[in-house]
Nanobody, 117 residues
Framework: QVQVVESGGGLVQAGGSLRLSCATS????????IAWYRQPPGKTRELVAT???????NYEDSVKGRFTISRDNAKNTAYLQMNSLKPEDTAVYFC???????????WGRGTQVTVSS
């Protein structure tokens, strides 16, 4: 059974930091592209960052220089380090694992991040 579980969200003041984790099981983690998405209140889900099998990363413009995506294949876990947080970063953050072998995607249920001004 595949599981993708996000953790690490919470309430933080503007300028603060959080590190989100995406723990997976039931998949060959190293074969997966990992993506972090977020869904602000009342808005659609948007892509925040991705990391491929080789460790290459991409970021949405508004988080460049503030967020860092990483992965630890030995722990089947990915991370999103978020620094210099802003109130507009408030959202539910989701992790997606997409297999480069089968094309299947698996989503977590999300973790809430709230940034107060």
């Amino acid at each position: 059974q595949v599981q993708v579980v996000e953790s690490g969200g919470g309430l933080v003041q503007a300028g603060g930091s959080l590190r989100l984790s995406c723990a997976t099981s039931g998949i060959t983690f190293s074969f997966n592209i990992i993506a972090w998405y977020r869904q602000p209140p009342g808005k659609t889900r948007e892509l925040v960052a991705t990391i491929n099998r080789g460790g290459s990363t991409n970021y949405e413009d508004s988080v460049k220089g503030r967020f860092t995506i990483s992965r630890d294949n030995a722990k089947n876990t990915a991370y999103l380090q978020m620094n210099s947080l802003k109130p507009e970063d408030t959202a539910v953050y989701f992790c997606k694992a997409e297999s480069t072998w089968t094309g299947n995607s698996h989503w977590g249920r999300g973790t809430q991040v709230t940034v107060s001004s």
